[in-house]
């Protein structure tokens, strides 16, 4: 089963963008493994709290990415 886990940053995506990963990442197994994927590609997508998460030993947070996305699907300046 071909499975594709995402970590983002809580509030950062909208459902509509949420969305579009599961079904792009979807396709993309489709494309690699054939048809016979479709059925049972698992995406799962998964807010990290603020501050959970880091780069570099530096921890994150919502503040230094950025404002959430908007109603429209605009992501901020991250």
């Known amino acids: ?25 979807t396709e993309l197994y489709v494309e690699i493994y054939g048809e016979r994927a479709r ?3 698992m995406v799962l997508v998964e807010e ?7 780069i570099s030993g530096d921890v994150l947070t919502l503040a230094m990415l950025g404002e959430a996305p908007t109603e429209t699907g605009d992501a901020g300046e991250a």
């Open 39 to 41: 059925n049972t590609t």
């Open 1 to 25: 089963m071909p499975f594709a886990n995402f970590k983002v940053p809580e509030k950062t995506l909208t459902p509509k963008q949420k969305e579009q990963i599961v079904t792009r990442t």
């Open 48 to 54: 990290v709290a603020d501050g959970g998460w880091g």
